[in-house]
Each structure stands twice: as structure tokens, then as C-alpha cells.
């Protein structure tokens, strides 16, 4: 497993309006959108790509393509408010969903709803979730992508855990994880230190 942290003073901005408890919801959604094409931009950087011919109002030139279109799956709900960015930058991925629910005692993801393709076995998978917090609810999701045959798995949040690196690496699963942070801890709560709260309270309100 590799992991990716976007270090980059734009990332670091947006990030603090996130983190910031004054920060209203539509703000919040807007700053997760704007850093999500910055995670989208690092994540995407080695993709590969095909060439093919285009014709410039001048003259003939070179056009150049993604190779395999990836996968979005936002992790219901906090991804969410990842999803329109990323698609908007990768036009011809599809989007697969996965709905979870943590228990607020036992931490553990309850799963409401999925909607994936069946065989992934040749196409890159992005995962978004803002926050891995255990990273119960990444590994279940990841779980879920591997009975699909997915091999090319890149997960994108915002802010991570060590606990939930550590639950990922654990997992098993060959993926790469692009973060704008690691932070330090959970507390008690299982919710991560300093963190930003719950992304999915901060964007749509209280469930
Ligand atoms: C949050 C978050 C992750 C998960 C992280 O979602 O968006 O999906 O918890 O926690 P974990 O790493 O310990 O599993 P939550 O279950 O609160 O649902 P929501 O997105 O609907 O708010």
C-alpha cells in the first residue's frame, strides 16, 4: 500500500476552512469540492493515456486520452460532495455507490445501499470518502471491490487517521491513498484529532 499526501499550500488552505468549526455547510461543500480536484489532479498523475489524431484550427496535431476510464465510487454520504468534482475532471468515468452508515457506540459500518458494476477486473477504481477514521468502513468498502475483481484501487480522503492507514494496510489490499493530511489520532469517540468533525454532518446536516 502506498500512501500519498498532497502537500501543496492551496490543499493546506481549503483544508483549514474545512477543519475550521465556524466554517457554514455551503462553504464547507465548496472548499471540499475545490480540494477534491486537487487530490483528483495528484491521483490521476501517472494514469495512462493514448494517443490519437486530432485536427487544431491550424493543423494536425496529437490528441491525448485516458487509456481506461476509472471508476468513481463516492462513499455515501460524506463522498458525496467529492463525486461532481471528480467527474467533471474525468468526464467518462462511471460512478458506483456505496452507502454506509457508522454505528455512533460500536464504530462499525452498517451498509444501506450498493450500487456497483459486477467485473472490475480492468478498470481503475477511485473511492471518496473524506475521512478514514478506523477505516471499518474502507476496508468494508474495499472488500466489496475485491469480490469484484477490482486490482487498480486509489483511495481518496481528506483527512486520515494512523488508525485507519494501519486498518488499511492490515486489509491487505494493494492500494494507493491519496490524503491532504494524516492526523494524529482518534479520541475516544473514534473521530479523528484535530480532524474536521463529520463531513457528512458538516455538508447536509445531522442525520
Ligand atoms: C463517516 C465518514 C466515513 C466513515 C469513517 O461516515 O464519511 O465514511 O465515517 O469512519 P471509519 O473509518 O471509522 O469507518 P458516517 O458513517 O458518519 O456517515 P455519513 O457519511 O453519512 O455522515
Given at each position: 500500500?502506498?500512501?500519498?499526501?498532497?502537500?501543496?499550500?492551496?490543499?493546506?488552505?481549503?483544508?483549514?476552512?474545512?477543519?475550521d468549526?465556524?466554517?457554514?455547510?455551503?462553504?464547507?461543500?465548496?472548499?471540499?469540492?475545490?480540494?477534491?480536484?486537487?487530490?483528483?489532479?495528484?491521483?490521476?498523475?501517472?494514469?495512462?493515456?493514448?494517443?490519437?489524431?486530432?485536427?487544431?484550427?491550424?493543423?494536425?496535431?496529437?490528441?491525448?486520452?485516458?487509456?481506461?476510464p476509472?471508476l468513481l465510487?463516492?462513499?455515501?454520504?460524506?463522498?458525496?460532495?467529492?463525486?461532481?468534482?471528480?467527474?467533471?475532471?474525468?468526464?467518462?468515468?462511471?460512478?458506483?455507490?456505496v452507502?454506509?452508515?457508522?454505528?455512533?457506540?460500536?464504530?462499525?459500518?452498517?451498509?444501506?445501499?450498493?450500487?456497483?458494476?459486477?467485473?472490475?477486473s480492468?478498470?481503475?477504481?477511485?473511492?471518496?470518502?473524506?475521512?478514514?477514521?478506523?477505516?471499518?468502513?474502507?476496508?468494508?468498502?474495499?472488500?466489496?471491490?475485491?469480490?469484484?475483481?477490482?486490482?487498480?484501487?486509489?483511495?481518496?480522503?481528506?483527512?486520515?487517521?494512523?488508525?485507519?492507514?494501519?486498518?488499511?494496510?492490515?486489509?491487505g489490499?494493494?492500494?494507493?491513498?491519496?490524503?491532504?493530511?494524516?492526523?494524529?489520532?482518534l479520541?475516544?469517540?473514534?473521530?479523528?484529532?484535530?480532524?474536521?468533525?463529520?463531513?457528512?454532518?458538516?455538508?447536509?446536516?445531522?442525520?
Amino acid at each position: 500500500m502506498r500512501t500519498q499526501i498532497v502537500d501543496h499550500p492551496l490543499a493546506a488552505a481549503l483544508l483549514t476552512t474545512m477543519r475550521d468549526a465556524r466554517t457554514s455547510n455551503p462553504t464547507f461543500r465548496a472548499a471540499l469540492r475545490d480540494l477534491t480536484a486537487l487530490l483528483v489532479y495528484e491521483a490521476m498523475r501517472e494514469a495512462p493515456v493514448e494517443t490519437f489524431p486530432i485536427t487544431t484550427p491550424v493543423a494536425a496535431a496529437e490528441g491525448t486520452r485516458l487509456a481506461a476510464p476509472p471508476l468513481l465510487v463516492p462513499v455515501l454520504r460524506a463522498g458525496l460532495g467529492m463525486v461532481e468534482t471528480a467527474e467533471s475532471l474525468v468526464p467518462d468515468a462511471r460512478i458506483g455507490f456505496v452507502g454506509l452508515a457508522r454505528d455512533e457506540k460500536t464504530h462499525q459500518p452498517t451498509p444501506y445501499m450498493e450500487s456497483l458494476p459486477d467485473d472490475l477486473s480492468d478498470t481503475p477504481v477511485i473511492v471518496l470518502d473524506p475521512m478514514l477514521a478506523t477505516g471499518g468502513s474502507m476496508v468494508y468498502t474495499l472488500d466489496l471491490l475485491a469480490t469484484r475483481n477490482a486490482r487498480d484501487i486509489t483511495v481518496l480522503c481528506v483527512v486520515a487517521a494512523p488508525e485507519g492507514i494501519a486498518a488499511l494496510r492490515k486489509s491487505g489490499h494493494p492500494i494507493r491513498l491519496v490524503t491532504a493530511s494524516v492526523d494524529r489520532g482518534l479520541n475516544s469517540e473514534a473521530f479523528i484529532v484535530p480532524g474536521l468533525g463529520d463531513a457528512g454532518d458538516r455538508q447536509f446536516g445531522p442525520r
